[in-house]
């Protein structure tokens, strides 16, 4: 059975309503043949947290409705397994762990960790690296310290004791390294961001780049401007942080740049490609990834021939011919 991964662009303007305003007969044609059961439509959290992002609730229902029309199956994050239930359940299970995360103190790491992220790209962030680095800290802290709380108040039988020691001897290790965490060192007058990169002169012709060869022509510019630089010394060697990298390297070398250093008011663009990345990275797990941004598709092309990944990235008009 092929899978089949449809960017939240082709999804939303499959919703009913969209169709019943439009004249598009690729997308109608698509939904179709995405119907029956001999193709499965695999959505992620990613889909989730964009749903989550439309305002209205009448909208958000539309995009589960349509999900379940389609028979669609969840992906789950890290573990990779395919659930079947019903989205408004997923959903719900969603938003129930996105509560628990931000009461745990989850959130504020990833809140932190997307600043200096953003803080690397160029963007304004007030706060100097010494200041974000030490907020981290604290938040990871902060966890440790609750998970150690917690754990000291649960009642364990005798063959349980051994192995809740064993857990409390680990976060207080965690909890003493935390002070050892290396941070980014890094002045705060530097210039940063994309922009240095994309003023190097062979980097004005990679559009002209067969997508087969552009990143490996991009990962030798960058090693001659970072000579040294092992992206293995920060990432662990996995699919989805080969993918993290080359998506990161079209992006700052300006390969159907998705703007993802944009500050307009009420748009985050920043926020968009990091979605992006993430559609990239799970449509990897699929015979086809469908979408209607042709940028994000010449990016995805590129990233998968790199990679020897055998998804193919199309457009609707294009998909529909593969099914």
């Known amino acids: 059975m092929p899978y089949v991964y449809l960017d939240q662009n082709v999804l939303s303007d499959m919703r009913e309503r969209v169709f019943s305003e439009s004249a598009n007969e690729d ?16 959505y992620t959290a990613t889909h989730l947290r964009e749903i989550q992002q439309i305002p209205h609730e009448k909208f958000r229902l539309e995009h589960l409705r349509l999900l379940n029309g389609l028979g669609a199956a969840y992906l789950t ?27 745990a103190g989850i959130d504020s790491v990833m809140e932190t960790q997307d600043l200096i992220n953003r803080k690397l790209c160029g963007l304004p962030v007030d706060e100097t690296f010494d200041d974000l680095n030490s907020r981290l800290r604290a938040s990871l802290r902060s966890i440790l310290e609750d998970s150690l709380a917690q754990i000291e108040g649960v009642s364990t039988t005798e063959l349980e004791k051994d192995q809740i020691e064993l857990v409390k001897i680990q976060i207080s290790d965690q909890l003493s390294n935390l002070e050892n965490l290396p941070g980014l060192d890094i002045p705060d007058d530097q210039e940063l961001g994309p922009r240095p990169f994309r003023r190097l002169e062979k980097i004005k012709e990679i559009e002209k780049c067969p997508a087969a060869h552009v990143i490996a022509l991009i990962e030798e510019l960058y090693r001659e401007s970072n000579p040294g630089f092992d992206w293995s010394n920060y990432i662990d060697d996995t699919p989805e942080n080969k993918i993290a990298v080359c998506y990161s390297l079209l992006n700052w070398a300006g390969y159907c740049a998705d703007d993802f250093t944009s500050t307009k ?33 010449k990016k995805a092309d590129a990233i998968y021939k790199h990679l020897n990944i055998g998804t193919l990235p199309l457009e609707p008009g294009e998909a529909i011919k593969h099914l």
Not at 77 to 103: C, Q, Y
Not at 269 to 293: E, K, W, Y
């Open 27 to 42: 997308l109608r044609a698509l939904k179709t043949l995405c119907t029956p059961k001999d193709v499965e439509v695999l």
């Open 265 to 297: 008011k009420g748009k985050d663009r920043f926020n968009a490609s990091s979605n992006d990345l993430a559609h990239v990275q799970s449509g990897a797990r699929c015979s086809l990834l469908i979408s209607q941004d042709v940028a994000f598709l």
């Open 77 to 103: 994050p890290v573990t990779n397994m395919l659930v079947r239930n019903h989205p408004k359940t997923v959903w719900g299970d969603f938003i129930e762990n996105e509560s628990k995360n931000s009461a």
